[in-house]
């Protein structure tokens, strides 16, 4: 089968996936303190439905969503909420959160209903078992998956995508999914489709993972309307706009989504986890985690409680080695570094990277030699040496017109700069103050 890509830019960083890629997914031990925060979703924080003191089972509501952007949150262990307070958050802030002490006796909920048929639901019941398992995007970027199951009518969906990519160097979570559960990922892929009425299914993954290409192309022999596609091994791959020009070669326009030409992507931890709600019942409250890294001494695949607090899962990696110079959320592309090893695991993480202080590659900022090489990554085709020197000397009424607002904060410029300068950290900013003025 031909080897897909997108046209323009990219980069191809070391994908260190060794660590991990043949290591089968352990279950992490219950945490024995869940920390479970109420924002853990792009959109409005959830409102808790539970006091300190209550007692609360896996799989209990315990957030509210607020607003049609938000979704909503359950327990991930059974034991008593013992703070409704801020504590620290991946996203580096404090954020409110439910503290639930573990009984040990990890006891589910009885209302959880397992649905045999699924496939004879209506689209609006899916949808609907959907929003009320609080799943989002797992792939990181913990959209909620109801919202983007729900296009306007004047924009129709005929392609599903499920994006198997996994692109960020270090994390094999994704990779390991679609080896061990391949069933629970097609399942899933089939409700998605039912639910916008699409007749065409499609599963994308890098080169560099051929068992999983072989496994799902297998379980996917008997069904015509889904197809795996192979893609060049180039990063960022698996970012949304860059994985449907390689499979569909169609070019989202600047400033639109998926939605505009037709397509819904969703990462394969996001399809296995509807097919998990839809067919078991079973609401978001783990997900795998690929703990990796010089700086893990057992690096692991981990399927992990939500609201594990970092420390007790690097414990279960048997610690650090050494002194770390660096933890990140995420892939070392697009994650985000950590100040503190009491942020809990939430729907979003993907990763756990922990570097050593000589594995770091500490260069100063320099000024821009002009080499270009920025604008040869960009898969955007916008030029972030210019951007940056804008932001820098607060030019802002020249960003918008630039396009600042296309950049998908992939890093592959930052990754590419010889001269070591921030460009993430300032075309981001140079993106907030756009949106900022835009909203006055
Ligand atoms: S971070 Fe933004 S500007 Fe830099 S390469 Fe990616 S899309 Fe382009
Ligand atoms: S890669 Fe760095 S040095 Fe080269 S043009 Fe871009 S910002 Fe300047």
């Not at 830019?9 to 869940?34: F, I, N």
């Amino acid at each position: 089968m031909k080897t897909l890509t997108f046209p323009a830019g990219g980069v191809h960083p070391p994908d260190s996936k060794h660590y991990t890629e043949h290591k089968p997914t352990e279950d992490a031990p219950l945490p024995r303190q869940a920390i479970v925060p109420l924002q853990q979703h792009i959109g409005a924080p959830c409102d808790p439905l539970v006091k300190v003191k209550e007692t609360v089972c896996v799989g209990q509501r315990i957030g509210e969503p607020k607003g049609f952007v938000s979704a909503p949150i359950h327990a991930p262990i059974s034991g008593t909420v013992s703070a409704v307070a801020e504590r620290p958050h991946p996203i580096g802030r404090e954020v409110r959160s439910i503290v639930i002490d573990s009984d040990g006796e990890d006891r589910w909920c009885e209302e959880i209903a397992e649905t045999e048929d699924f496939l004879s639901l209506s689209p609006a019941d899916l949808k609907a078992k959907i929003l009320n398992a609080g799943i989002v995007g797992m792939g990181g970027a913990t959209f909620p998956t109801h919202v983007k199951l729900s296009p306007p009518e004047e924009k129709p969906i005929d392609t599903l995508i499920v994006n198997g990519v996994e692109c960020e160097p270090f994390l094999t979570a994704d990779h390991r999914l679609m080896l061990e559960k391949p069933e629970d990922i097609v399942g899933g892929l089939e409700i998605l489709m039912q639910v916008l009425s699409v007749k065409q299914g499609a599963i994308g993954i890098e080169k560099n993972k051929p068992d999983a290409i072989e496994v799902l192309t297998r379980a996917t022999a008997d069904k015509p309307h889904i197809s795996v596609y192979p893609l060049k091994v180039k990063y960022p791959q698996g970012a949304e706009k860059q994985l449907i020009k390689a499979i569909l070669g169609r070019e989202v326009p600047s400033g639109g989504l998926p939605m505009d030409v037709g397509v819904v992507v969703q990462n394969v931890g996001t399809a296995a986890s509807v097919f998990r709600a839809v067919r078991f019942g079973i609401p978001l409250i783990e997900r795998i985690t690929t703990v990796t890294g010089p700086g893990i001494a057992e690096p692991k695949n981990l399927r992990v409680r939500l609201g594990t607090p970092f420390s007790e899962i690097i414990e279960c990696c048997g610690g650090l080695l050494g002194k770390a110079g660096k933890v990140i959320s995420g892939g070392p592309m697009m994650g985000m570094a950590q100040y503190s090893l009491d942020v809990p695991v939430i729907k979003g993480t993907s990763g756990i990277l922990v570097f050593r202080d000589e594995d770091l590659r500490l260069t100063d900022s320099n000024p821009c030699v002009r080499c270009g090489k920025c604008v040869t990554a960009c898969p955007m085709q916008i030029n972030p040496s210019l951007l940056g020197v804008y932001v820098e000397a607060g030019v802002m009424d020249e960003l918008e017109v630039n396009r600042v607002l296309d950049c998908i904060e992939c890093g592959s410029c930052a990754f590419i700069c010889p001269a070591g300068r921030p460009l993430v950290h300032l075309l981001r900013y140079g993106k907030a103050e756009v949106l900022a003025q835009k909203k006055k």
